[in-house]
């Protein structure tokens, strides 16, 4: 695994903000990274597919309810040949996607605290060496700031547990200039928020394994 590990219940979400974990536009690197990790009792790719299907968010997304698709750049991916990962579905995340998505800092999709630009970078299976498990991650990066200022790369990884579950991580570097500031003033919401995320996630898709 890229990031770090923790001896923690692998069913109850752990967050935090760690040191910069790589990711794979910006390399290693960067100031800080906050980091989120939880069990999922679905299938890896029913957890990935519900994080591609933005038009699901509003209903169990509490830190970004939405998501707005602008004109999409081409991108050469390994998700063009894989028959578990379609493109083309609308409102579907794929490489290339350029997006504003709305987010709320304060945990109430309700009361938003501004709209991010991202762009879609990976899309691909995952391979994890350890037990020969198998899985997916998707990642984006943040638009809108020039590099130096600041810059950001979100990564999900959804990794079979062979049990018919899947662990789920999730992690965002940041560098730039303005990164040391983000972290002081919005490192402890970003790191809440992250938690929100995963917790929210896993409840929708094993509600809707459930039939609920």
Known sequence: MKYPETATDPAAVTSSLVSPIAVPTHGAGGTFSVLAKVHISAAPLAVL????????????????PSC????AKQVSNAAANHQDLPLGKENWLEPGSACQITYSMVGDASKSSGQQGIEVTVLRPLTVE????DGFTIAWISTGRKHWQLHSERIMEFVDDGEGGCSYACWETFGGLLATAVKSVVGGQLRDRFGDYAK???GFVERKGNGS
Request: proline share 4%; charged share 25%; hydrophobic share 30%.
């Open 130 to 133: 350890v037990d020969g498990k």
């Open 49 to 64: 597919n519900a994080v591609r299907d933005t038009s699901t968010w509003k209903t169990w997304n509490t830190f970004c």
């Open 200 to 202: 929210d996630v896993k």
């Open 68 to 71: 707005t698709f602008g004109p």
